[in-house]
């Protein structure tokens, strides 16, 4: 990327951020989700394992959310992995599959394809198969978290979810979240940030 016109300058990101944010048609809109973040849990209360809020964190979620494509497939990955980390991950041919039916999905998106092209113009990317093999490694590739084992991704740390030494790790997902609320196998405790 020697080139100056490959350049990607923070001005540029900053547009293409805000471009993809609004060709996000999939993402939840307020009206799809209610919350109820019930207690503000202060300094000294962060991490003191006390559940200040006992009712669940969602009040409302539109389901059919989960029936869009790039949904369904998503959470099709999200029983894929084992939570513990130290435990060799063994993928299944079907696992496969359902990695690359939600890539299929999410590269039908605008954003997705606006993101390539945006790529491509760069010249990150020569072909949109080139651009999915890497996407394809970055989330799905398997490493290891410390003892050699290959026992994490990107995707399973980001969106699933992993337990070392008895704290979890990871888990940036609201619909992994809900699910597992759902399902009474999370218990939301309070929240510290009142976020923008």
Request: charged share 30%; proline share 4%; aromatic share 12%.
């Amino acid at each position: 990327f020697s080139r100056s016109r490959d350049s990607i300058t923070d001005q540029e990101l900053q547009e293409l951020s805000e471009q993809l944010h609004e060709l996000d048609h999939n993402k939840a809109r307020p009206s799809d989700i209610a919350l109820n973040p019930q207690h503000l849990a202060s300094p000294d209360e962060t991490g003191d394992k006390q559940d200040r809020s006992p009712q669940p964190l969602y009040k409302y979620v539109n389901e059919e959310l989960f029936s869009k494509p790039t949904y369904a497939s998503f959470i099709k990955l999200l029983d894929n992995y084992q939570r513990a980390t130290g435990r060799e991950e063994e993928v299944t041919a079907e696992e496969l599959r359902e990695q690359d039916r939600f890539l299929q999905e999410v590269m039908r998106t605008e954003l997705m394809e606006k993101l390539f092209e945006f790529l491509q113009g760069k010249n990150r990317f020569s072909s949109q198969q080139e651009f999915l093999q890497d996407l394809k490694e970055i989330w799905f590739g398997l490493y290891s978290r410390g003892d050699g084992e290959r026992d994490s991704s990107g995707f399973e740390h980001v969106f699933s979810g992993e337990v070392k030494k008895g704290k979890v790790s990871g888990f940036h997902n609201w619909i992994r979240f809900y699910l597992l609320e759902k399902q009474g196998l999370v218990n939301y405790y309070s929240h510290n940030f009142n976020g923008p």
